[in-house]
């Protein structure tokens, strides 16, 4: 760790592994642009990216003082993060997360400090992600479970600010993806022992935001669009079922519910909630498999890896499979 003199006021963590040159620039650049605030580092973690981060950075000179690169053998993004999260330096007040395709709105940083300086423990703005017209706030949820400014109180009309008023936590178990990973910056003494999933591959953030809110008391939000963000992938949607990623990400999605369900303590409609969306992944697993089989490859390693690891997905397969033809007779005839 460094010298408490050394501590920034933020820390910004950026796990990066990409094989197309000029993303991670691109990235960094825009943190470099942030007007009204200065005081940060950036500590990127080069996660055995085929495109050196080295590499990336080699034409910005001027501000490398700001800029921290770790190099470490391939270990997947919750690794990456947490390296990162280990090397914030002693004494930093504030620590945001920025994926390496995102890039910042030039206000965040400002914006989001001005947030915690008034004493509260997270601060979230909304974002964009390629491809997808919504912005996060607007994206569809489970009715009742909306980000409405008239129930929040108003902290800095300039900046946009709001303090959210009611229970954060179990918000975010219904809204969890409202807050982006680029988004999202908190007080880090609140959050020191937080850390992410490393045998979860996908859904780490949803862990992480679940076990950071639960310690957060204030909560502080804005919602201006912040970050855009590289493109994803809705593995829910019927244009996902089938892709190559669709099967690992389903998978990963199964056991992230099971993980939440049994290590998170929650209430009975909070339960119930996550044991729905577990249900739903099944079937997603279900109709991905239905799909691949019959239009792409199969890795049939993964899907036998998921049913000995968890027996229900294997259990539902054929009901799941009977729903999924229903579906799809009524789509052909409709």
Same mark, same amino acid.
């Given at each position: 760790m460094n010298e408490k003199s050394d501590a920034p006021t933020v820390a910004v963590l950026i796990p990066y592994f990409q094989k197309q040159k000029g993303i991670l620039e691109n990235t960094v650049r825009s943190v470099l642009a942030q007007r009204g605030f200065d005081d940060y580092k950036v500590i990127i973690v080069d996660d055995g990216s085929p495109v050196s981060a080295e590499s990336e950075l080699v034409s910005i000179v001027s501000h490398r003082e700001k800029i921290r690169i770790i190099q470490q053998k391939n270990a997947g993004p919750g690794a990456?993060?947490?390296?990162?999260?280990?090397?914030?330096?002693?004494?930093?007040?504030? +620590?945001?997360? $920025? &994926?390496?395709?995102?890039? /910042?709105?030039?206000?965040?940083?400002?914006? %989001? +400090?001005?947030? $915690? &300086?008034?004493?509260?423990? /997270?601060?979230?703005?909304?974002?964009?992600? %390629?491809?997808?017209?919504?912005?996060?706030?607007?994206?569809?949820?489970?009715?009742?479970?909306?980000?409405?400014?008239?129930?929040?109180?108003?902290?800095?009309?300039?900046?946009?600010?709001y303090e959210f008023v009611g229970d954060f936590f179990d918000f975010v178990v219904f809204r969890s993806n409202i807050i982006g990973p680029s988004t999202m910056a908190y007080r880090y003494r609140v959050g020191s022992n937080v850390r992410f999933n490393e045998k979860i591959y996908n859904g780490q953030d949803r862990i992480f935001k679940l076990f950071l809110c639960r310690q957060a008391k204030k909560v502080a939000f804005s919602p201006k669009e912040y970050a855009r963000e590289g493109k994803g992938i809705n593995i829910f949607d019927s244009a996902g079922w089938g892709t190559e990623r669709s099967l690992s990400l389903l998978s990963s999605y199964i056991e992230m519910c099971k993980f939440i369900l049994n290590n998170i303590p929650m209430n009975a409609r909070q339960l119930a909630h996550v044991k729905r969306h577990l249900a739903q992944t099944r079937y997603a697993f279900t109709a991905s498999l239905f799909h691949q089989t019959r239009h792409g490859t199969v890795d049939w390693k993964l899907v036998g890896k998921t049913f000995v690891s968890d027996s229900a997905t294997l259990l539902w397969l054929v009901p799941n499979a009977m729903k999924v033809v229903k579906v799809k007779s009524r789509a052909d005839r409709s």
């Open positions: 990456a993060r947490n390296k990162a999260l280990e090397n914030v330096p002693d004494g930093t007040g504030y +620590v945001a997360f $920025l &994926d390496s395709d995102d890039q /910042l709105d030039p206000s965040y940083l400002a914006d %989001a +400090v001005s947030a $915690l &300086d008034k004493g509260y423990d /997270l601060f979230f703005g909304n974002s964009r992600r %390629a491809g997808i017209e919504k912005s996060r706030f607007e994206w569809d949820s489970i009715p009742g479970v909306t980000l409405d400014l008239t129930q929040h109180r108003l902290i800095d009309e300039a900046h946009e600010l």
